[in-house]
């Protein structure tokens, strides 16, 4: 019996941990003002009739903190990428040279950056939400388990000291995202 309570413990643990992985793979999509490749993982190009992500038909390189340069291998479908960077509403202006795709990071203003830290905010919210509801599924299990109310009381009592550890780590990661989105 115990060892069933271990299972449904481990198994919770699994999607608290796939929750906080979400968020951080979430938070690497709000950009707080510094070039980086990863700003570009949303936005898909046709290429041969696939939505494909830029980074699989292109260098992205980053010479500044505030630039990015993408250097297609194939130069026929600049168009394609500069068009599918502009339609991506990500808030960048791409420049074509014929070589390569220049964007010019902009400087965030206030107003921006508090809507930045909003959806950060949501984000960390969303996994929070993930969290509980695998705390939900595994009291539930353990209810459905024909063990005493005595093991069953202290392995809920597990859980949700599991549970707390998870959304603190949510939050860390949140107010960290904050301040480098605060950071100018």
């Known amino acids: 019996m115990e060892e069933l309570m ?9 999607s608290m941990e796939s ?4 968020l951080e793979r ?10 980086n490749p990863i700003m570009l993982s949303g936005v898909k190009v046709e290429y041969y009739g696939t939505p494909t992500v830029i980074s699989q038909i292109a260098n992205i390189n980053t010479p500044d903190s ?24 990500i808030g960048f202006n791409p420049m074509n040279n014929g070589e390569s795709i220049i964007i010019n990071i902009p400087a965030l203003t206030e107003e921006r950056r508090k809507d930045l830290v909003k959806i950060a905010k949501s984000e960390a919210e969303n996994a929070k939400i993930s969290i509980r509801s695998a705390r939900k599924e595994a009291n539930n299990e353990i209810k459905k388990s024909e063990s005493s109310e005595d093991i069953q009381k202290n392995f809920e009592i597990d859980i949700q000291a599991l549970t707390d550890e998870y959304i ?3 939050d860390q990661i949140c107010s960290l ?8």
Request: charged fraction near 30%; glycine fraction near 2%.
């Open 6 to 14: 271990h299972i449904i413990i481990e198994s919770a643990k699994e």
């Open 19 to 22: 929750a906080l992985k979400h």
């Open 26 to 35: 979430e938070m690497l999509n709000i950009r707080a003002g510094k070039a």
């Open 66 to 89: 505030k630039t990015l340069v993408i250097q297609p291998w194939d130069k026929s479908i600049l168009a394609d990428i500069e068009n599918a960077i502009m339609i991506a509403n």
């Open 168 to 170: 603190s780590k949510a």
């Open 177 to 184: 995202k904050e301040k480098e989105i605060l950071t100018v």
